[in-house]
Every structure is written in structure tokens, then in C-alpha cells.
């Protein structure tokens, strides 16, 4: 089954504690990307990716980093999470070939206290 | 910066009724494309409509595009319990955003149906 996954699903963790999420898709698509969800203010992309080691910032990449080693893969690291990043995380993915529809994960409901 | 504002924020309606979701973006666009978000879960692609068409359908999905007045509309016919959710529009802005092609999401509609 095509799909985007994402781990873990849910975190509660502490300010300054590094933390990874992980996005993973098997439709070999080229693009990747990380969108953040918060009431009021829709989606807003936090990083993208074009293909293996092409990355840049979205529109709100402050306090993110990510990379593309393989690509299937694109984890999103908060090196020191503060409360401001409590939000609801999603990794999208997308093939230049018939590439207009982009395919969400399931999300990340992140607390950070 | 938002480029797709829907409107109303919510709507509450009676099943069987129709729905009618609108959207406004400010900038060229190559398409527009609506998605369906049930409540805390992923984003699920229900249509796209390009820039150089006028109307789409898709079962009980009718999109709208004018692309003078920058506006859209999703027109769910007949509808079911199952699709209280939210919706959002987006936007893709194809190569004006320098080969990202991200799709810039408004704020979305939340849609109830009373049974």
C-alpha cells in the first residue's frame, strides 16, 4: 500500500530535549516536505526537499533542521525544543511525474513542556 | 504568509444538504487543490483543479475556479455524516516558487452534518 508514515505519533517531552521524527514513503517520490499545523493559522511548510542531499528552508524553518540521505526518508529533528513548537506535525510527499497531488503522513501530535 | 482563506470558518448543516465551501488566494496560481481532514488526522487529497479550467467534479465534489476574481469554490451535493471534517484549499504557485512547488494551505472550513 502507497503510503507516508510517520514516528512517533504522539510526544510529550521537555524543553531542550533533542528529538527526532521520522517520515518514511514507498512511492518512490522525489519531493518531500514538513508542514506544522496550529489553530488558526492552517499549514504552514517548515522544510522541503527535492531529492537525496537537496534540502531548503520553508516558511518557518527557525529551530528545525532536517536531512535526505536516502530517499524514502526525511526526519525532522528539533535539536532543543521549546513550548513554541507544541503543534501538530505532517510529512508530505510528492513524484515530479504526475506530481500536483502531494500525500500526507498520519501526523505528529508533539507536546513540548 | 497564507495564501488560501477559506470561508465560512465553520458550517453546520442538515444531511442531505448541500455544502458550499469557498476559497480566496491573492497570487498566480498554476492549481488549486481541496483536501479533507478528519479530526486530529492526516490531510486526504480530494480534488485539483488547474489553472486553465473553470469546473470540475468528482462523485459528489463540484469545484469552482475563477481565476479573475482569485476565488474557488467545493461543493459537496447530498451530504453524509461521514464527511463532517475539515477542509482546507491550497495552493500550488508551480515554478514562481523557484522549483519548491509547495502547496500554501489556508485555514480551512470545519463542516458538521447533523443526521
Known amino acids: 500500500e502507497a503510503q507516508v508514515t510517520q514516528n512517533p505519533r504522539y510526544l510529550i517531552t521537555v524543553t531542550g530535549k533533542k528529538l527526532t521524527v521520522t517520515c518514511s514513503q514507498n512511492?518512490?517520490?522525489?519531493?518531500m516536505s514538513w508542514y506544522r499545523q496550529d489553530p488558526g493559522l492552517g499549514l504552514r511548510q517548515i522544510y522541503y526537499s527535492m531529492n537525496v542531499e537537496v534540502t531548503d528552508k520553508g516558511d518557518v524553518p527557525e529551530g528545525y533542521k532536517v536531512s535526505r540521505k536516502e530517499k524514502r526518508n526525511f526526519p525532522l529533528i528539533l535539536e532543543s525544543p521549546s513550548p513554541n513548537q507544541t503543534s501538530l506535525y505532517f510529512c508530505?510527499?510528492?513524484?515530479?511525474?504526475?506530481?500536483?497531488?502531494?500525500?500526507f503522513g498520519p501526523g505528529t501530535r508533539l507536546l513540548v513542556l | 504568509s497564507q495564501q488560501g482563506e477559506e470561508d465560512p470558518q465553520a458550517l453546520s448543516i442538515q444531511e442531505g444538504e448541500n455544502a458550499t465551501m469557498n476559497c480566496s488566494y491573492k497570487t498566480s496560481i498554476n492549481n488549486l487543490q481541496w483536501y479533507r481532514q478528519n479530526s486530529g488526522r492526516g490531510l486526504v487529497h480530494l480534488i485539483l483543479?488547474?489553472?486553465?479550467?473553470r469546473e470540475k467534479h468528482s462523485g459528489r465534489l463540484r469545484v469552482t475556479l475563477d481565476t479573475s476574481k482569485k476565488s474557488s469554490s467545493l461543493l459537496i451535493t447530498a451530504s453524509r455524516a461521514a464527511d463532517t471534517a475539515s477542509y482546507f484549499c491550497a495552493t500550488d504557485a508551480g515554478r514562481a516558487n523557484f522549483g519548491n512547488e509547495k502547496l500554501t494551505f489556508g485555514t480551512g472550513t470545519r463542516l458538521t452534518i447533523i443526521p
Open positions: 512511492m518512490n517520490h522525489e519531493y
Open positions: 483543479i488547474r489553472s486553465n479550467e
Open positions: 508530505a510527499s510528492r513524484s515530479w511525474v504526475g506530481r500536483e497531488t502531494q500525500y
